[in-house]
């Protein structure tokens, strides 16, 4: 892969977690954290006219293009007071995750709401701007350097594990650097994983300390690939590898895998919760002695009794 130079273009793709139910619980409003991104989004405009941008918004529900805008999406009023690019952006990211937010209130007020509801699908909108970036960079002859930046306020989805690996390392392969700003809760295990492999940042801001988001971004997320080669990026000490399993969303140091579906759970099951496959299970015993006779003659040989269980399809 060539080297980046500073006159090369960037791509960047912002993701952007409007799950209600997530930011309903967060001490930062989700207006005020739109009006930083917005802001952000603007310096990144500035700083070259060659620069492009996507911004993808998801929720629960689904995963909608909020900009750049479709054929059929109404023209918006001219504002000689304002660039261009700046005024169609901020029309356009605001007015869709209103539009998303509108139709989400319904979920809000559910008091019998589950865990699934303050999750956000998003390797679905991951894919999306893979999608994205890839078509992008077919179109064009010039050298683009991509990057997305995931604003994220949901918790992980221990479901969407093996959709979500699959898009990092599909990003790991395109060259694309994932960046990621936590805005609430725990840290995700699975964006800090998306963030180490792909070579991007992944930020923990603290809003309830009057962390400010926008400066954490401007400082960490503004520069490109070829100014990152010059400065000191923060880093995690402790990553998080581990997998969740899917029964009772949990970490686990060691876990069984689905043969079908290759999802994880801390304990045997008879039946995939995913898949729903039947397993049949087979112990196979060997006793001691024939143990000696098998390994008579090796350097290892000696009294044991090994039991093992496999799991195999019905």
Same mark, same amino acid.
């Given at each position: 892969?060539s =080297?980046?130079l500073?006159? *090369? ?7 952007? *977690?409007v ?8 001490p ?6 739109l009006q930083?991104?917005v802001?952000?989004?603007n310096?990144?405009?500035a700083?070259?006219?060659?620069? +492009? ?6 929720n629960?529900r !689904? ?9 059929a999406?109404?023209? &918006?009023?001219? *504002? &000689?007071?304002?660039? #261009?690019q700046?005024?169609?952006?901020d029309?356009?990211v605001?007015?869709?995750v ?6 989400? #209130?319904?979920?809000?007020?559910d ?12 390797? %679905?909108?991951?894919?999306k701007?893979l ?6 960079? =077919?179109?064009?002859?010039? $050298? ?10 949901a918790d992980?989805?221990?479901? !969407? ?18 960046d990621?700003?936590?805005?609430? +809760?725990?840290?995700? /295990?699975?964006?800090? %994983?998306a963030a =180490?492999?792909? +070579?991007?940042?992944y930020? $923990? ?9 926008l %400066?954490?971004?401007?400082f ?11 400065? /000191?990026s923060?880093?995690? =000490?402790?990553i *998080? ?10 970490? /686990? ?23 729903q496959?039947k ?7 060997a ?7 098998n390994l008579k003659?090796?350097?290892?040989s +000696? ?12």
């Amino acid at each position: 892969m060539s =080297e980046p130079l500073e006159s *090369d273009p960037s791509l960047l793709v912002v993701v952007l *977690d409007v799950n209600a139910s997530s930011w309903a619980k967060s001490p930062l409003t989700v207006g005020n954290a739109l009006q930083q991104m917005v802001i952000f989004i603007n310096a990144y405009l500035a700083l070259k006219s060659e620069n +492009g941008l996507a911004v993808l918004a998801c929720n629960r529900r !689904e995963c909608r293009c909020l900009y750049p805008p479709s054929r059929a999406s109404p023209a &918006i009023e001219r *504002d &000689i007071r304002v660039y #261009e690019q700046f005024r169609v952006v901020d029309a356009r990211v605001l007015a869709g995750v209103q539009a998303m937010l509108s139709g989400a #209130e319904d979920i809000v007020g559910d008091p019998n709401k589950g865990i699934e509801e303050c999750q956000t699908p998003m390797s %679905q909108a991951l894919s999306k701007a893979l999608c994205h970036i890839h078509r992008v960079s =077919e179109s064009t002859s010039a $050298k683009v350097w991509p990057r997305i930046l995931v604003l994220s306020a949901a918790d992980d989805s221990p479901r !969407e594990y093996i959709a979500l690996m699959n898009t990092i390392f599909a990003a790991q392969r395109m060259g694309v650097l994932i960046d990621i700003c936590k805005v609430f +809760g725990r840290d995700s /295990v699975f964006l800090q %994983q998306a963030a =180490e492999i792909t +070579g991007g940042n992944y930020l $923990k801001v603290d809003t309830a300390g009057h962390e400010s988001m926008l %400066q954490t971004l401007m400082f960490t997320c503004l520069a490109d690939h070829y100014t990152r080669e010059i400065l /000191v990026s923060p880093t995690k =000490e402790m990553i *998080d590898f581990r997998a969740t399993c899917f029964c009772h969303k949990r970490v /686990v140091d060691i876990g069984y895998v689905c043969s079908v579906c290759l999802s994880i759970f801390c304990q045997v099951a008879p039946i995939c919760s995913t898949c729903q496959t039947k397993f049949s299970f087979r112990i196979v015993r060997a006793d001691s002695a024939q143990i000696n006779g098998n390994l008579k003659g090796s350097p290892r040989s +000696g009294a044991a009794t090994v039991a093992m269980s496999t799991l195999s399809l019905a």
